[in-house]
């Protein structure tokens, strides 16, 4: 047939038919096999730990890498470092990298994650956030069962159906988490079918509308509630409220040049009264606590409005912090004279507002009129006459002798926090004197 449309010498026709045969078939081949073997050398996982772990900011170990189809990577036996301590962050079985349309896809069954690795974890998303690139990709990831680890010898929570996505625009970034929080199964709960209904939520967002760029943070706690700890990992929480607390409610914040701004709503239950208090200052108080927050505004990193209730259904209280608060926050004192030492409580519980202007409490004890906290027999403490100065709820909290406000960390940091009162001038409701000439 060659030789009818274009004759040529048999010797020219066995070139070209060689030729045709190592372009269209031996070098794809051999591309093909070079390309898998390289695939599975040492040098593509080293390369791709690294890669790892200046993203992450830790120390990356893959296992081993498969390509089980085009477009398609498998990463096997992840485990995630600190760079500087060695202690285990994270541990992946396997993950699948999907690329696709301009996504990126993972995909996990499972994860292990220890606690240490949320300030990690919310470091690279501040990271990813603010990161300047031309072309940032896309990310989806879907991980359907994530323990998470406390220290060696805690028990830990289950998130499930763990989803989250990162989005570029050229004003606004975004990350998006949303999962269903499982109680581990070492630590049944009683509440068992609310923990599998509605998930809880997190966006944040990094705008840059304006010339100053915000961080914008929402909360949605979903109906179980979650452990205090996620809620922010860099403000160590669980040191004050303990372990078992958990937050049911919204939260919305914002992070400037002048620093967090925050609203929030909902109620934190398992409050551990000697994590808030014995822990941090000399006073012994016991028993679990429910906080339920009508609404609270923060400002500049500093609280400026709270009201809500307290409660507590028993423990324990030293004589020396029912003096305290007796002596600095006005109430009402009944404990008999002769004891000393740490009292039992049955029931602690007020109604509490504070701004500016100063503290308000309520006694709201079932049973006695205007008590903040009573015994099986009597009521050990009542409510002020009164709203008290912001600076009685300091001193009540840290002994002072002879200083308005007592000179040490846990006084600094509640000034630091709690809001600024009003100076107001003894002549400000009137018209001053007009001086002589």
Known sequence: MFARILPLHERTRRMICRN???????????????????????????????????????DARIGHIE????????????????????????????????????????????AELFERALPVAWQWSQQKLKRPTAAPTPLRWLIGRVVLKGDDHHDGYELRDVRGATTFTDTASQVYVRFTLDESPNK?????????????TLRIIRSRESPDPTTFIQWQSGTAGVPCALLAPHLATQDWLGRAARYQGYIWASDSAAGWSAELAGVVRQLDLQSLVTHHFPHKLTGQATLRIERARIHSSRLIEAAGSFESEGGLISRSLLESASQSLRLGWGVPDGVEGVLPYTRLAIIFALDSSGLSIQGACPGAASAVIVDRQRVLLAQPRQRQPVAALIRTLVPHRHVQVPASEEAR??????????VVAPWSNHTPPTPAP
């Open 413 to 422: 940091w509640l000034v630091a926090h709690l809001p600024l009162e009003r």
């Open 20 to 58: 045709a045969f190592v372009v269209l078939c031996l070098v794809p081949t051999a591309a093909v096999a070079v390309g898998s073997i390289a695939r599975q050398l040492p040098l593509e996982v080293a390369y791709l730990q690294r890669a790892l772990s200046r993203e992450l900011s830790v």
């Open 67 to 110: 390509h089980p189809r085009p477009g398609t990577m498998v990463l096997e036996n992840v485990t995630l470092r600190d760079t500087e301590t060695q202690r285990p962050l994270a541990h992946i079985g396997q993950i699948e990298a999907r690329s696709k349309q301009g996504l990126l896809f993972l995909k996990a069954e499972q």
């Open 188 to 200: 049944p709960t009683a509440n068992q079918q609310a923990l599998s209904s509605e998930p809880a």
